[in-house]
Nanobody, 118 residues
Framework: QVQLVESGGGVVQPGGSLTLSCVAS????????MGWYRQAPGKKREVVAS????????YVDSVTVRFALSRSAALKNTVTLQMSGLRPDDTAVYFC???????????WGQGTQVTVSS
């Protein structure tokens, strides 16, 4: 089993910055892709950014350049999402995710609220 614990989030004005962190514990050796999803009210959950074991990252078009995802080099069990130039449409609950290498199953964090408002 894998547990994901998120930290960060909060309320920020447009143009501001926030950093989200997620630490995985448990069977971390089984993990492959880790990343962040978000879900705004009334919308489907969407992937924001993800990274593989080799550190190659992908981003949804709307956050490219503004967001940066990193993964710890040693244990590869921590992902950090640095968000800058935040916009009101970035407001959502952000969820950390991790995928099991063998089964393909996804693990999820509890979610953290990000609100961008003046």
């Amino acid at each position: 089993q894998v547990q994901l614990v998120e930290s960060g989030g909060g309320v920020v004005q447009p143009g501001g910055s926030l950093t989200l962190s997620c630490v995985a514990s448990g069977d971390i050796g089984s993990l492959t892709v880790m990343g962040w999803y978000r879900q705004a009210p009334g919308k489907k959950r969407e992937v924001v950014a993800s990274t593989g074991e080799k550190g190659n990252s992908c981003y949804v078009d709307s956050v490219t350049v503004r967001f940066a995802l990193s993964r710890s080099a040693a244990l590869k069990n921590t992902v950090t999402l640095q968000m800058s130039g935040l916009r009101p449409d970035d407001t959502a609950v952000y969820f950390c995710s991790a995928q099991h290498q063998a089964t393909g199953d996804f693990y999820w964090g509890q979610g953290t609220q990000v609100t961008v408002s003046s």
